[in-house]
């Protein structure tokens, strides 16, 4: 007898498929044997469901519980990146959180503030993207958590203070971060790297360039590192170059944003299908359902085609705000 499993059922397996940790999978398994039809022709499915739901319940009991200051280092991603801001103390860095997010974190003309991760959500256009104030870096004392937290995000908001020298900071921030094993970059494509390293993209951003003289400083700094970061100088509370920062953090995640659209309908602007660059007709096909790939003929396109309408391939390679029939 055929399974017939429904499109909700295959939703749940494919947010299985992608779980990563035991509690992600319990729970998306747990969305599966609420939604499989319950028939003859799902009878083994569902036992199979239910040994596999025992034998990760088993695994979390087995899984020794990790430190309350890792946990409160364990952020969960919300939105279309994580972006964690980094520095050493005092340079300004909740400052920017406060201003560039919907949440606050705590600012003083004190060092050490920050104690712990604090995440808020920044708006660009038609996209959500979370920002992660962070507790200073210190070269003797790395807060276990930090490693992890680090690498889980999708690029890292290094900020130097402009009324100090900049230059040695981001000496130190390098070698903390190398201490990590974690090396970092901006421009160009990802090195390759050695097992156990990790490659996070980053922006330098100096900040206070409000005060006198920090912009000669600035540009000493930006000699230094220009060719291997993009690179800004901010004010964080005056507010100078955030906006120019909002777009600098969308161009290093490299993603592009399309539109669907329903034959004779208008696309919804509001809601942007997010890809990444490089990213085919075939990818929105799937980001859509995965039967919806199987099913897709071909598609017409507005934007980057030839011209409006335009009828492409399922390999067809999208741009930035193409808008996007697909047709089954
Ligand atoms: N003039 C000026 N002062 C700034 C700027 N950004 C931050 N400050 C000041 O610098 C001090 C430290 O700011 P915070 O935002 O708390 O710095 P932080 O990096 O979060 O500090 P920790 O959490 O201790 O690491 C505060 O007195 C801020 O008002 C800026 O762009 N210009
Ligand atoms: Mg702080």
């Known amino acids: 007898m055929p399974a017939n499993l429904t499109p909700d059922y295959l939703e749940a397996e494919a947010k299985f498929k992608q779980a990563k940790t035991t509690e992600e999978k319990i729970r998306a398994l747990e969305i599966m044997m609420a939604v499989i039809p319950k028939h003859k022709g799902t009878e083994k499915i569902r036992a199979q469901l239910k040994s596999r739901m025992a034998k990760l319940k088993e695994e979390l009991q087995r899984k020794p519980t990790i430190g309350k200051v890792e946990q409160a280092f364990y952020i969960k991603k919300e939105g279309t990146a994580q972006i964690l801001l980094l520095g050493l103390p005092n340079t300004g860095k909740s400052t920017l959180f406060s201003k560039m997010t919907n949440a606050f974190s705590e600012v003083a003309d004190y060092p050490f503030t920050t104690q712990k991760p604090i995440p808020g959500m920044m708006k660009f256009e038609n996209l959500q993207i979370q920002l992660v104030d962070t507790p200073p870096i210190q070269l003797d004392h790395v807060e276990p958590g930090y490693s992890n937290l680090l690498r889980n995000a999708d690029a890292l908001l290094l900020v130097v203070d402009l009324t100090e020298d900049p230059i ?76 120019e920062l909002k777009r600098e953090v969308y161009q290093i995640l490299g993603i592009i944003r399309v539109y669907t659209k329903a034959p004779g309908g208008d696309p919804d602007l509001s809601e942007p299908v997010v890809l990444k660059r490089g990213s085919t007709v075939e990818d929105v096909a799937l980001s859509i359902h995965k039967d919806f790939l199987k099913k897709l003929r071909y598609a017409r396109i507005w934007g980057s085609g030839k011209f409006d309408g335009q009828m492409v391939k399922r390999d067809y390679p999208l741009s930035e705000g193409d808008v996007i029939e697909l047709h089954i």
């Open 168 to 243: 040695f900071q981001m000496e130190i921030l390098l070698e903390v971060l190398k201490e990590m094993r974690i090396r970092v970059g901006g421009r160009g494509a990802a090195p390759s790297l050695e097992v156990g390293w990790a490659y996070l993209k980053a922006i330098l951003l100096g900040n206070k360039c409000d005060f006198k003289n920090a912009m000669a400083r600035y540009r000493a700094f930006e000699a230094q590192f220009k060719e291997t970061f993009p690179i800004l100088p901010i004010s964080a509370k005056e507010g100078m170059n955030v906006e």
